[in-house]
């Protein structure tokens, strides 16, 4: 047990199995010498193998399994427990340049069944990417906690997790477009019916005026017409009889 954890009652203190895995190290720029990783947790410390730059990556697979005891707080968020993992550069086996150093709170991992994610190193002139693998198990004491949320910062996210995060988006883009399309489907109903309704009413008001138009006239005028038909008749008569050949004088 850590010596910060001594003054803390047991009830608040969770125990976890943690299984470290330092996978590779890559766009390292093909120098000489040799690449290793030492590594602390709490009370345990350890060196990974010392490996040369081969296609500007550094294979390690360095696996590593410890125990550790992390308190809860009064908040019931759990305390950090922080990994240090510094790399280092060992050229003609007496000088040892840092090239790197990385810190992760694996209390932010406590929830997660395992991890395997690229880190971008600290303190680095290299632009150098190490793969870190996490797994966490509890195995005592309460479960009754909260995590702090993951610090992204260091985190490089890999081609295929944007990939997945694009197809998600899409799909969900994709789904909102055909619920709003099925949404809007019942108004152009509506708005087909109320045009036909219109254009029902139209065609029947259309058929109204042509009948209105059709209507038969009233001969009632006519009839008032008439005793001036008769009297441009007599009138007619009168010319004629005037101009007649036979009443012109010889």
């Known amino acids: 047990m850590a010596i910060q954890n001594l003054f803390v ?3 608040r203190i969770a125990s976890f199995d943690v299984v470290l895995r330092l996978e590779d190290l890559n766009n390292v720029p093909p120098l000489n010498g040799l690449f290793y990783a030492k590594w602390k947790c709490q009370t345990h410390n350890g060196t990974s193998s010392r490996v040369p730059v081969v296609n500007c990556e550094v294979l390690w697979s360095h696996a590593v399994r410890v125990s550790v005891d992390i308190p809860i707080g009064k908040d019931g968020m759990l305390a950090p427990c922080e990994l240090r993992i510094a790399i280092r550069q ?19 991992y406590a929830r997660l069944s395992g ?32 995590v702090p949320p993951l610090d992204r910062s260091m985190v490089l996210t890999d081609l295929n997790d944007i990939i997945t995060s694009e ?15 099925s949404s809007q489907q019942p108004s152009r109903r509506t708005a087909n019916a109320s045009s036909s309704s219109h254009s029902t009413t139209r065609s029947a008001t ?9 209507l038969p006239i009233d001969n009632t005028n006519v009839r008032d017409l008439a005793p001036f038909q008769r009297s441009s008749r007599k009138n007619q008569q009168i010319v004629d009889d005037v101009f007649a050949p036979s009443s012109l004088p010889l």
């Open 167 to 181: 197809g998600n988006t899409r799909a969900r883009d994709t789904a909102s477009v055909g619920n709003s399309m």
């Open 206 to 214: 259309t058929e109204t005026s042509q009948s209105r138009g059709l």
């Open 115 to 146: 991890s395997s994610r690229r880190y971008f190193l600290q303190e680095c002139k290299l632009n150098c990417t190490l793969k870190l693998s996490i797994s966490i198990t509890q195995t005592d004491g309460p479960d009754n906690f909260a």
């Open 9 to 11: 009652p047991r009830a």
């Open 90 to 108: 060992e050229v003609y086996s007496h000088m040892r340049m840092k090239v790197g150093a990385l810190t992760v709170n694996l209390s932010e």
